[in-house]
C-alpha cells in the first residue's frame, strides 16, 4: 500500500473577502488537502502484466505459425523452375489423382472451419448522445441558488457544494432537472424517474435510427445500462414498448455498475454478437440523475450531487460483413478489471440512507486510491495487445528486474539497483484518441499525470466535463463525439474508451477507425464546438 504522505497534496484557496465577523472585509485563504492517485505505474504488479501476455499469446498462436509454413513451401518451390514445377504438378495429377484430390478436398474442408469458427468482427455503425433543451441548463451559480431556495441545505451544506462546484472542473451550461433541484418535496419518485429516463432515451435513439435508416423492428440485441433507476418494467422494456420491438429481441438491463457500465454493456452486446450471426444491436447508457438527488447534509453524499448531470448515448453495433463500407469502427478489444473481493473496494461507492434516512451515494474518502490501484491492474493486462513491441520489450525488462533483483540488492545494501524505476510504457504510441471518463478534473489531472499524456490528450475529457458534467457511462461517448466534430478522427486511428466506476471496476474498450470520420451534421457539439477548447 502507498504511503499515506505520498498520497496527499495540498493547495492554498483564495477565499475572497469576509463578509461578517471579526475578519470582515479582509482576504482569508484556507488549505485544501487533496488525495492523490497512488503512483500506480511505479508499483506494477507481475500478475496483470502475464495475464495480458497470456491473452496476446491465446490469439498470435495460430498467426505464428503461418510465416513458418510459408517458410517451408517456398523452400521447397523456390528450387524448381516454372517449367519444372508445373510438369511435376502434372505427373503427380496423372498418375496419384487420389491424393491429389484428397490434398484440395483436406485444404478446402480446413479452410471453411476457419473463416466459420473464428469470431466475427463486430462494427460500431453509428452512435448518438442526446443533448437536453436549453430548459434545463444550469451554471453553477444557478445551482446553488436552487438547492437554497428547496430548502433542504443548511448554510454549511450550500458553501460546500459552491466550493466543490467551483473547482470541478464543470462549466456552466450543463443539464439538470430544475423542478428536482429546486422542489421542497420528494423528488425521488418512479414518476419523475420514468420521466427523464424517457426523454434522455428516446432521444438518443431516435437521431441513433434517422442517422443509420435502421429500423427498430431490425434490431435482434438490446442492452440498456443504467445505475441508479431501475423500475419494473425494466428501462428496456420501456424502449421496446415505445417503438415496437419484434418479439424475439434479446433484450437485456443492467443495472447498479457505475459510469463504467457501458464498457460492460459493449460486452454484452459483442458476445450476444457472436451467438446470433447477421444481427445488429443497440447499447443504451444513461443515469438517472433526479432518482438519486440526495436532500441531506452528509458531504461524502452531497458530492454526486455537484458532479452528475444528464446525458445518454446510444450506439448502434453490428456484425454482419456487408457493413464493413459504411461502419465507422471495429472493436479491437475489451479489457475488464474488478476489485469487488476487496471489501474497501466494495465500498468506496456505496448507495445507502443517511442518518436523516435521506437516500444518496456516499463516496469514500479512498476513491482515489482505490481506482488507482484498478487502473494500474486494467492498464497493465492492456499493454500486451496494444502496445508496440519495442515498447513493451523495454517495460518487461525493466519490471522483471525490478521484481527479481531489487530485493536482492537491498539485502546486500546495493541501493543503485533498488533506486532504479520501471519504464513507464508510452501509450500514445498506441492509441492516437484517449477518452478517459469525465469524472472529476482532480481524477483527469492525476490520470494524465501518472499516465504522461498530453493536454491534447485529455482535450476531449476536459472539455466533455466541462460542457456536460460527468455523464456516468455516456461520458465517453460524448468524448468521442467531441473527437468527431474536431475532425480529428482519420482512417485507422486507435481510440482508447476507458472507464471506471463502482464496485470497484475498471474497464477498457479500444476501437479502431474504419474511415475518415468528417465532422457529422447531427452532433450534441454542434452549438458550442467552435468554442472549444476552453481554458478553466
Known sequence: MANEQDLLSTEIVNRGIESSGPNAGSLTFSVRVRRRLPDFLQSVNLKYVKLGYHYLINHAICLATVPLLVLVFSAEVGSLSREELWRKLWEDARYDLATVLSFFAVFVFTLSVYFMSRPRSIYLIDFSCFRPSDDFKVSKEEFVE?????????EGSLEFQKRILQSSGIGDETYVPKSVIASAGNCATMKEGRTEASAVMFGALDELFEKTRIRPKDIGVLVVNCSIFNPTPSLSAMIINHYKMRGNILSYNLGGMGCSAGVIAIDLARDMLQSNPNNYAVVVSTEVVGYNWYQGRDRSMLIPNCFFRMGCSAV????????????????????????????????????????????????????????????????????PLVLPFSEQLLFFATLVWRQFFSSSSSSSGGGVLNAKKPYIPDYKQA???????????????????????????????????????????????????????????????????????????C???????????????????????????VQF
Not at 146 to 154: E, N, P, Q, W
Not at 359 to 378: C, P, R, W
Not at 441 to 454: A, C, H, I, P
Open 431 to 505: 492509441f492516437e484518441h484517449f477518452c478517459v471518463h469525465a469524472a472529476s478534473k482532480g481524477v483527469l489531472n492525476e490520470l494524465q499525470r501518472n499516465l504522461e499524456l498530453s493536454e491534447s490528450n485529455m482535450e476531449a475529457s476536459r472539455m466533455t466535463l466541462h460542457r456536460f458534467g460527468n455523464t456516468s457511462s455516456s461520458s465517453i461517448w460524448y468524448q468521442l463525439a467531441y473527437l468527431e466534430a474536431k475532425d480529428r478522427v482519420k482512417s485507422a486511428d486507435r481510440i482508447w474508451q476507458l472507464a471506471f466506476g463502482s464496485g470497484f471496476k
Open 146 to 154: 436552487l438547492a437554497r431556495k428547496s430548502g433542504k441545505f443548511d
Open 316 to 383: 448502434l453495433l453490428s456484425n454482419r460483413r456487408r457493413d464493413y463500407y459504411r461502419a465507422k469502427y471495429r472493436l479491437e478489444h475489451i479489457v475488464r478489471t474488478h476489485k469487488g473481493a476487496d471489501d474497501r473496494s466494495f465500498r468506496s461507492v456505496y448507495q445507502e440512507e443517511d442518518e436523516q434516512g435521506f437516500k444518496g451515494l456516499k463516496v469514500s474518502k479512498d476513491l482515489m486510491e482505490i481506482g488507482g490501484e484498478a487502473l494500474k491492474a486494467n492498464i497493465t493486462t492492456l499493454g
Open 507 to 533: 474497464n477498457s474498450l479500444v476501437w479502431r477507425s474504419m474511415r475518415r470520420n468528417r465532422k457529422p451534421t447531427r452532433t450534441p457539439w454542434l452549438d458550442s464546438i467552435d468554442r472549444y477548447p
